[in-house]
């Protein structure tokens, strides 16, 4: 394996009073056992690791493996998430689930869906949910749609960050809209991390190169050929796109421009 490049750990965000350095967020679904899900997380260098309550074992089936014992609380930051979810009533009592399970954790991802088919989020739904849990004491991350004004809503609301999808979930078809993604950072006072449709290193590098604060993904890791590897990668891509950002990108030109001096040629 090769080396893996570092964050550097003066550049972190916050997700409200919580500060994070890895701007890369990582589920933990799809990988073929409990022991491969532990190295590619490992390998990602995420320190916030989300976790299907309604899907996933932590600790409500006794006897049954314990995503728990590779995600260690005291190593990452969980955050449970209402995948599955198709109603606002639904998303509220699985957060309110997770945060007995978790001893009182209020840090929640929230997404209720609006049909199997898409797994495009339900505006609405998403909306009335994240008003409930605001004002239930939760630090929400809400999933949404890449809609500049719900983003605006959504976080006029109360929500802590703001979660735009690149492409549907688990489609690997990076951002199909680079200018909505653009509008809602430029106008975000929360932070905005794509989350959903991201497919390989690229689309990553270029959520951050746009501004994003972070990018979360599962599929595109899970369901690589060498899932580790992927990780790896990923963990490349975020540090390099959020570099090329800070870096600033030269203005793109129509037509070229020489590298080399144009004057003081030598001539024999």
């Known amino acids: ?154 976080e006029e609301a109360g929500c802590k960050a703001v979660m735009p999808l690149a492409a549907p979930i688990g489609s690997g078809l990076g951002i199909q809209n680079r200018y909505n993604i653009l509008e809602i950072v430029t106008n975000a006072q929360v932070p905005v991390l794509v989350d959903a449709g991201v497919g390989t290193a690229s689309d990553a590098a270029i959520a951050m190169e746009l501004g994003c604060d972070g990018v979360l993904m599962n599929t595109a890791i899970a369901a690589a050929r060498e899932p580790v590897r992927m990780a790896v990668a990923m963990r490349h891509a975020i540090i390099a796109g959020r570099e090329a950002f800070l870096a600033g990108r030269m203005a793109p030109r129509r037509h070229a421009s020489a590298s080399s001096p144009e004057t003081g040629y030598f001539f024999t």
């Open 1 to 154: 394996m090769t080396s893996v490049a570092t964050q550097d750990p003066s550049d972190h965000f916050f997700i409200g009073s919580r500060r994070f350095s890895s701007r890369l967020l990582v589920g933990t679904g799809k990988y073929r056992d409990l022991e491969q899900t532990r190295l590619a997380i490992e390998a990602s260098g995420a320190e916030i690791v989300t976790v299907a309550i309604r899907r996933t074992n932590i600790g409500q089936t006794p006897g049954e493996p314990n995503l728990l014992d590779v995600i260690p609380p005291d190593r990452y930051t969980l955050l449970p998430n209402t995948a599955g979810c198709y109603t606002a009533d639904e998303a509220v009592r699985t957060c309110r689930l997770a945060r007995e399970l978790l001893d009182g954790h209020n840090l929640v991802k929230l997404e209720v869906l609006g049909d199997p088919k898409t797994l495009y989020p339900d505006a609405m739904a998403t909306l009335e949910a994240a008003e409930t849990l605001v004002a239930d004491g939760f630090d929400v991350m809400v999933y949404t749609t890449d809609d500049p004004l719900l983003a605006r809503r959504l």
